[in-house]
């Protein structure tokens, strides 16, 4: 028979039509089809595309081999006699010999013996039936095996009780796989557990349209539950002895621990947190800590917990249950994901792009007119020119006619500021052909690539006007637009920023256009957007206009695998904290000590002064930042609450907030940082008119990005040698940038050679292969260090061999002979080396902030200019003005500043 699962499902279906046997379905509460080695299970009138395979997870590799033989054993079981009698009884002799026969032999169980002993063994279905079957507006659900188990095994963790407290953890199940309805399971079995008595359960999410998404979630599966939109109600339910489940948004939960005055005791409180990884960090997770001491608290995620996250995870009480991606796809339960890169090529008009830049940059010093052409040379900034918004806004226009229009599915175009995502709203229809709306924050909110101090534009001011003129406020406007993306026909593209990336299923939500940067978490939100299960739906797409495609290589790596919840890890991380929270009254210390010579501590213009001198200011602001992210880790960490007096921790708080005002006002008042506001809107202009783009390349045919060879392929068919070698050359060139000033004969010598390996590529002078092997021999020598010109005897001596550059470059046109030259440049490396180890060490140890000590630093540069005069000038007869010795002396101290720490 062809596809004998699928026909044997089609036929479940028919017969719980009107026409067909329906009555026969009336008490059915799991439905199966099972065709040898292979099978599939729902409940009633479940749709094909989600009827659910099921596997046993198991904790270790012991217990499922022990499962395995059980099973075995039990396959193999002799029936007893009287058994055999009333099977066998009416039917043909030679039918009981048959099976007679085969239990003589040893027989391996099937899929259909496992899918038997998995879901129909009697406890096994009695408990799917009462605690995994439930509806949701009216759908008939049942779990899936990974719901089933994650919940299972969440139960069993909550009845351990330690310390009069429940152990809680972190259950990781990717995008698409049900969490909320996990959510919903497990809050139903803490109800229903006998041993737990007037449990209170809390879920808290991180944003408003996750609240309201869980919290329909439940009331559609048919679960009392209270929305506490206020800290103060939040409040009156925690401390009342009503048995609703309570969802609420951080902030208010935030709130409702503030105005508790006594901590609530109770371990029979259970604590859900949606997306805990996003709300875990900083001080909310002590005053959840403090306030319900011994709370139980469960999260649940998506997307992988990256090393960092780790902290959240052991603060949670470790990992109950994870399901990847992997695991998902192969199970069909969400689709799988096909990737395309498209690029649009730009041209840039030179000539009046340089006349005019330098007309608007005319007031800047020349480092300031360097940064401002870094900041607008950027990608990011590129991506918003004009023309090339136009050329996408076609390109995507042409894409969705040809392969979605007229059909149900829909896409997501994500965009990388406000003003950029109503920029396509506004050339989609002027184009004409698809239908768009735009859903962003309010003006007043920072999202995308916006920044922190930029105004909204006149663009952003008119279009968030119409839309509050049409919906009346921002929480209308935005559930009016989600509303119609699901329900309507129109609009066929929904265009966000940072909106809907998370937490929006909406399974008709097909391709998704990315003309933005991401990374990490983000990325790997947004394109589970498109990967829910709809009936014809066969894969989501990810259109690429911007070039993520390594970013999701790398992603894909965490989001596809679970190696990164080692438990020594999560010990280390804990332990860590215990060693910087060691550190944080020496940071404090330190902080002050700048200011010791003030004796009016109230004093602020006195401090302002102090910090007129550059180094004292930089001292200032290495040391705040050290304290700072020190007392941020610390104050994540209940230990620290524990351990130090509320007073001492307030004044911590206190003095850094003090510290922090502070630098804003010096940075100001010293001009540390360049305001470029005023210059941003020419400079756009300039790059809207003169940067063209005249068409939309595909660079990569459409690749399913959990076909790792596949994806890999791609990967480097898409990057080549050129641009590998590229890649190289710009991590090479980032690390000499970084490394210069600690080197800088060095680092200058290959960043010359870096640039002619490049510029002859360009030129065509070499090949491909030869252009990656020129690049990779020099990032192997700049990584190593090594430079066949430096002199044996200072192979060992790395900052003997900066001293050894500088002074080679200025006795370059001093001596002809190279042999003389190398000679005296060797002596007077390793005699300044000597100099200054003498002056900055005390005990093996560089003298704490001796950079910043003129005594140290003055000393050094008279001595190292003496040095020059009597055994280089003198000795040797060359012509070496003072100022010329001065400034070797100079550069070799700013390289020991730094080598020397």
């Given at each position: 028979?062809?596809?004998?699962?699928?026909?044997a499902?089609?036929?479940?279906?028919?017969?719980?039509?009107?026409?067909?046997?329906?009555?026969?379905?009336?008490?059915?509460?799991?439905?199966?089809?099972?065709?040898?080695?292979?099978?599939?299970?729902?409940?009633?009138?479940?749709?094909?595309?989600?009827?659910s395979?099921?596997?046993?997870?198991?904790?270790?590799?012991?217990?499922?081999?022990?499962?395995?033989?059980?099973?075995?054993?039990?396959?193999?079981q002799?029936?007893?006699?009287?058994?055999?009698?009333k099977?066998?009884?009416?039917?043909?002799?030679?039918?009981?010999?048959?099976?007679?026969?085969?239990?003589?032999?040893?027989?391996?169980?099937?899929?259909?013996?496992?899918?038997?002993?998995?879901?129909?063994r009697?406890?096994?279905?009695?408990?799917?039936?009462?605690?995994?079957?439930?509806?949701?507006?009216?759908d008939?659900?049942?779990?899936?095996y990974?719901?089933?188990?994650?919940v299972?095994?969440?139960?069993?963790?909550?009845?351990?009780?330690?310390?009069?407290?429940?152990?809680?953890?972190?259950?990781?199940?990717?995008?698409?796989?049900?969490?909320?309805?996990?959510m919903?399971?497990?809050?139903?079995?803490?109800?229903?557990?006998?041993?737990?008595?007037?449990?209170?359960?809390?879920?808290?999410?991180?944003?408003?349209?996750?609240?309201v998404?869980?919290?329909?979630?439940?009331?559609?599966?048919?679960?009392?539950?209270?929305?506490?939109?206020?800290?103060?109600?939040?409040?009156?339910?925690l401390?009342?002895?009503?048995?609703?489940?309570?969802?609420t948004?951080?902030?208010?939960?935030?709130?409702?621990?503030?105005?508790i005055?006594?901590?609530?005791?109770?371990?029979?409180?259970?604590?859900?947190?949606?997306?805990?990884?996003r709300?875990?960090?900083?001080?909310?997770?002590?005053?959840?800590?403090?306030?319900?001491?011994?709370?139980?608290?469960?999260?649940?995620t998506?997307?992988?917990?990256?090393?960092?996250?780790?902290?959240?995870?052991?603060?949670?009480?470790?990992?109950?249950?994870?399901?990847?991606?992997?695991?998902?796809?192969?199970?069909?339960?969400?689709?799988?994901?096909?990737?395309?890169?498209?690029?649009?090529?730009?041209?840039?008009?030179?000539?009046?792009?340089?006349?005019?830049?330098?007309?608007?940059?005319?007031?800047?010093?020349?480092?300031?007119?360097?940064?401002?052409?870094?900041?607008?040379?950027?990608?990011d900034?590129l991506?918003?020119?004009e023309?090339?918004?136009?050329?996408?806004?076609?390109d995507?226009?042409?894409?969705?006619k040809?392969?979605?229009?007229?059909?149900?599915?829909?896409?997501?175009?994500?965009?990388?500021?406000?003003?950029n995502?109503?920029?396509?709203?506004e050339?989609?229809?002027e184009?004409?052909?698809v239908?768009?709306?735009?859903?962003?924050?309010?003006?007043?909110?920072?999202?995308?690539?916006?920044?922190?101090?930029?105004?909204?534009?006149?663009?952003?001011?008119?279009?968030?006007?119409?839309?509050?003129?049409?919906?009346?406020?921002?929480?209308t406007y935005?559930?009016?637009i989600?509303?119609?993306?699901k329900?309507?026909?129109?609009?066929?593209?929904?265009?966000?920023?940072?909106?809907?990336?998370?937490?929006?299923?909406?399974?008709k939500?097909?391709?998704?256009?990315?003309?933005?940067?991401?990374?990490?978490?983000?990325?790997?939100?947004?394109?589970?957007?498109?990967?829910?299960?709809?009936?014809?739906?066969?894969?989501?797409?990810?259109?690429?206009?911007?070039?993520?495609?390594?970013?999701?290589?790398?992603?894909?790596?965490?989001?596809?695998?679970?190696?990164?919840?080692?438990?020594?890890?999560?010990e280390?991380?804990?332990?860590?904290?215990s060693?910087?929270?060691?550190?944080?009254?020496?940071?404090?210390?330190?902080?002050?000590?700048?200011?010791?010579?003030?004796?009016?501590?109230?004093?602020?213009?006195?401090?302002?002064?102090?910090?007129?001198?550059?180094?004292?200011?930089?001292?200032f602001y290495?040391?705040?930042?050290?304290?700072?992210?020190?007392?941020?880790?610390?104050?994540?960490?209940?230990?620290?609450?524990?351990?130090?007096?509320?007073?001492?921790?307030?004044?911590?708080?206190?003095?850094?907030?003090?510290?922090?005002?502070?630098?804003?006002?010096?940075?100001?008042?010293?001009?540390?940082?360049?305001?470029?506001?005023?210059?941003?809107?020419?400079?756009?202009?300039?790059?809207?008119?003169?940067?063209?783009?005249?068409?939309?390349?595909?660079?990569?045919?459409?690749?399913?990005?959990f076909?790792?060879?596949?994806?890999?392929?791609?990967?480097?068919?898409?990057?080549?040698?050129?641009?590998r070698?590229?890649?190289i050359?710009?991590?090479?060139?980032?690390?000499?940038s970084?490394?210069?000033?600690?080197?800088?004969?060095?680092?200058?010598?290959?960043?010359?050679?870096?640039?002619?390996?490049?510029?002859?590529?360009?030129?065509?002078?070499i090949?491909?292969?030869?252009?990656?092997k020129?690049?990779?021999?020099?990032?192997?020598?700049?990584?190593?260090?090594?430079?066949?010109?430096?002199?044996?005897?200072?192979?060992?001596?790395?900052?003997?061999?900066?001293?050894?550059?500088?002074c080679?470059?200025?006795?370059?046109?001093?001596?002809?002979?190279?042999v003389?030259?190398?000679?005296?440049a060797?002596?007077?490396?390793?005699?300044?080396?000597?100099?200054?180890?003498?002056?900055?060490?005390?005990?093996?140890?560089?003298?704490?902030?001796?950079?910043?000590?003129?005594?140290?630093t003055?000393?050094?540069?008279?001595?190292?200019?003496?040095?020059f005069?009597?055994?280089?000038?003198?000795?040797?007869?060359?012509?070496?003005?003072?100022?010329?010795?001065?400034?070797?002396?100079?550069?070799?101290?700013?390289?020991?500043?730094?080598?020397?720490?």
């Amino acid at each position: 028979m062809k596809d004998p699962l699928a026909q044997a499902i089609s036929q479940q279906l028919r017969n719980q039509q009107e026409d067909g046997i329906r009555s026969l379905y009336v008490y059915a509460q799991i439905i199966m089809c099972i065709a040898t080695q292979e099978a599939r299970y729902a409940t009633n009138a479940t749709q094909e595309k989600f009827w659910s395979i099921w596997k046993e997870k198991f904790n270790t590799k012991e217990n499922e081999e022990k499962h395995k033989s059980y099973l075995q054993d039990l396959k193999n079981q002799p029936l007893p006699i009287e058994q055999k009698e009333k099977l066998f009884g009416d039917r043909f002799k030679y039918v009981r010999d048959y099976f007679d026969e085969m239990e003589k032999e040893n027989i391996l169980p099937t899929v259909q013996d496992e899918y038997l002993y998995g879901l129909c063994r009697p406890e096994r279905l009695l408990d799917l039936i009462f605690n995994f079957v439930m509806f949701e507006s009216g759908d008939k659900k049942v779990a899936r095996y990974q719901q089933y188990f994650a919940v299972q095994k969440a139960m069993k963790r909550v009845l351990q009780i330690e310390n009069g407290r429940r152990k809680g953890g972190v259950i990781w199940h990717t995008q698409g796989s049900g969490k909320s309805l996990t959510m919903v399971m497990l809050a139903q079995a803490i109800a229903l557990e006998k041993s737990i008595r007037n449990p209170k359960i809390i879920l808290v999410t991180d944003r408003t349209d996750l609240d309201v998404q869980l919290t329909n979630t439940f009331r559609k599966c048919g679960m009392f539950v209270e929305n506490a939109t206020t800290g103060q109600r939040l409040v009156e339910l925690l401390e009342s002895k009503s048995d609703a489940v309570v969802t609420t948004i951080i902030n208010k939960f935030v709130a409702a621990m503030k105005k508790i005055k006594e901590p609530l005791f109770s371990k029979d409180i259970f604590v859900l947190v949606d997306e805990g990884h996003r709300t875990q960090y900083g001080t909310f997770n002590i005053e959840m800590q403090k306030t319900l001491p011994n709370a139980c608290y469960i999260a649940m995620t998506g997307t992988p917990l990256f090393r960092k996250d780790k902290n959240t995870a052991a603060k949670f009480g470790g990992i109950i249950d994870a399901y990847t991606v992997d695991e998902a796809v192969k199970d069909k339960a969400v689709v799988p994901l096909l990737y395309e890169g498209r690029v649009a090529k730009q041209n840039v008009n030179e000539n009046p792009i340089d006349t005019f830049f330098g007309m608007i940059s005319e007031p800047l010093t020349e480092y300031q007119k360097a940064d401002l052409k870094k900041k607008f040379s950027r990608a990011d900034q590129l991506n918003g020119a004009e023309q090339k918004i136009y050329a996408i806004a076609w390109d995507i226009s042409l894409h969705f006619k040809d392969n979605w229009q007229g059909t149900p599915f829909k896409a997501q175009l994500v965009c990388d500021k406000k003003v950029n995502a109503i920029r396509y709203k506004e050339f989609l229809d002027e184009i004409g052909i698809v239908s768009s709306e735009v859903l962003i924050s309010p003006i007043d909110e920072r999202e995308g690539e916006d920044s922190a101090y930029e105004k909204s534009s006149e663009t952003e001011n008119r279009f968030w006007s119409r839309m509050m003129d049409e919906h009346g406020n921002a929480k209308t406007y935005q559930k009016n637009i989600i509303s119609r993306f699901k329900n309507q026909k129109n609009p066929e593209i929904i265009i966000v920023v940072d909106k809907l990336l998370t937490g929006f299923d909406e399974p008709k939500n097909t391709i998704l256009y990315l003309t933005r940067n991401l990374q990490g978490h983000k990325l790997l939100q947004a394109i589970a957007r498109v990967n829910r299960i709809y009936p014809d739906k066969e894969f989501g797409y990810v259109i690429d206009y911007y070039g993520v495609i390594e970013n999701l290589d790398d992603a894909l790596l965490l989001y596809s695998s679970f190696e990164e919840f080692d438990p020594n890890d999560l010990e280390g991380i804990l332990v860590n904290i215990s060693e910087e929270i060691k550190k944080l009254p020496q940071k404090h210390s330190e902080l002050w000590d700048i200011f010791k010579t003030i004796s009016n501590k109230r004093d602020a213009e006195a401090y302002q002064l102090l910090l007129r001198d550059e180094g004292i200011r930089n001292l200032f602001y290495e040391k705040l930042a050290a304290f700072a992210k020190s007392l941020k880790l610390a104050l994540s960490s209940i230990q620290f609450h524990n351990e130090v007096e509320e007073k001492t921790i307030n004044r911590y708080k206190e003095d850094l907030s003090m510290f922090l005002k502070l630098r804003k006002a010096i940075v100001e008042r010293y001009s540390d940082e360049i305001d470029y506001r005023q210059y941003e809107g020419q400079i756009q202009k300039l790059i809207d008119t003169h940067i063209t783009t005249n068409k939309i390349e595909t660079i990569t045919e459409l690749v399913n990005i959990f076909d790792k060879e596949k994806f890999q392929q791609e990967l480097e068919n898409t990057i080549g040698k050129a641009a590998r070698a590229d890649k190289i050359a710009s991590r090479t060139a980032k690390h000499i940038s970084e490394k210069m000033h600690e080197d800088p004969a060095f680092y200058k010598k290959f960043s010359q050679l870096l640039k002619d390996a490049i510029a002859e590529y360009e030129v065509k002078r070499i090949l491909e292969t030869e252009y990656l092997k020129r690049v990779q021999e020099i990032m192997d020598n700049v990584l190593a260090h090594t430079d066949s010109d430096i002199p044996e005897t200072l192979q060992n001596k790395d900052v003997a061999k900066a001293f050894y550059g500088l002074c080679i470059e200025a006795l370059e046109d001093k001596i002809q002979d190279t042999v003389v030259k190398k000679e005296i440049a060797t002596q007077a490396a390793i005699n300044i080396d000597e100099m200054i180890l003498q002056a900055v060490l005390d005990n093996g140890s560089p003298i704490i902030d001796w950079q910043f000590k003129t005594n140290i630093t003055g000393k050094l540069q008279i001595d190292i200019g003496d040095y020059f005069i009597d055994e280089v000038r003198d000795k040797y007869n060359i012509s070496f003005s003072f100022d010329e010795m001065d400034d070797i002396a100079v550069q070799c101290i700013e390289v020991a500043k730094l080598r020397y720490k």
